[in-house]
């Protein structure tokens, strides 16, 4: 079992930045592969980047890349999402999740990770 939770979330201003942390506990966060997702209310569940334990990385080209920067720190089990130039149209839920997975493909779909965090609220307003 692999605990998640997220905290850094909060109510910006457009254009500003926040960065958003996910702890690990459980079994070796350093072998798993991590995803931060976002959903909005009345959407889906979207990818927004994810990281391998062996460093790919891969972001959704349309929700943040240029603007956002996924890295992880496996000696404080702790996954980031640096979020800049923030816009309206980013806010969501973001949660992050974790798979034990391909140290070279990136997961992109909800279904292929088996552990979830409850998520941080990203508010952002113009």
């Known amino acids: 079992q692999v605990q998640l939770v997220e905290s850094g979330g909060g109510m910006v201003q457009a254009g500003g930045s926040l960065r958003l942390s996910c702890v690990a506990s459980g079994r070796a966060f350093s072998g798993y592969s991590m995803g931060w997702f976002r959903q909005a209310p009345g959407k889906e569940r979207e990818f927004v980047a994810g990281?391998?334990?062996?460093?790919?990385?891969?972001y959704n080209s349309d929700s943040g890349k240029g603007r956002f920067t996924i890295s992880r720190d496996n000696s404080k089990n702790t996954v980031y999402l640096q979020m800049n130039s923030l816009k309206p149209e980013d806010t969501a839920l973001y949660s992050c999740?974790?798979?034990?997975?391909?140290?070279?493909?990136?997961?992109?779909?909800?279904?292929?990770?088996?552990?979830w965090g409850q998520g941080t609220q990203v508010t952002v307003s113009s």
């Open positions: 990281i391998s334990w062996a460093n790919t990385i891969v």
């Open positions: 999740a974790a798979v034990s997975g391909s140290p070279f493909v990136i997961a992109k779909k909800p279904s292929e990770y088996d552990y």
